[in-house]
Each structure stands twice: as C-alpha cells, then as structure tokens.
C-alpha cells in the first residue's frame, strides 16, 4: 500500500523537477541576446588579436547552441 501512496508523490517531484529545470533553461531567451550584444562589442573594442576574438566568440555560440538544442 505505501507504493501506491508513494507513487503520486515521486511523479509530482519529477512534475515539480521539470518545471524548475524548464524555467532555468527560459533563462537562456534572455541571456542569447545579451550575448550577442557583448560579443559585438568585443569584436568592436578588442584589445586581443582577432583570430582569438572570433575563437571566443564561436566557442561561446558553440555553448549557447548546444544549451538551446538540449532545451528542445
């Protein structure tokens, strides 16, 4: 008996889980533009060479993009 009463509350933790793991992954919407707009003004005033400016800006799309396909 208690693994049909124990039953409701571990789908409702992994409900609860979810949504916890939904709404940090929505931050992301939020921090994709912010994003692009720091790394333009890194390409704008850049004191590094270019080659290493563009290497940390394809590395950070790279982490951004593999975060966004993970959220679908």
Known sequence: MTSLLSLPTILF???S???I???ILSLFDIV???YSLFTCLVTLFSPFTPALCNLLIRD??????SIGAAKQ
């Open 13 to 15: 933790s992994l409900l």
């Open 17 to 19: 889980l979810s949504n």
């Open 21 to 23: 793991l939904a709404s």
């Open 32 to 34: 994709v533009p912010i």
């Open 60 to 65: 950070g799309w790279f982490v951004l993009f």
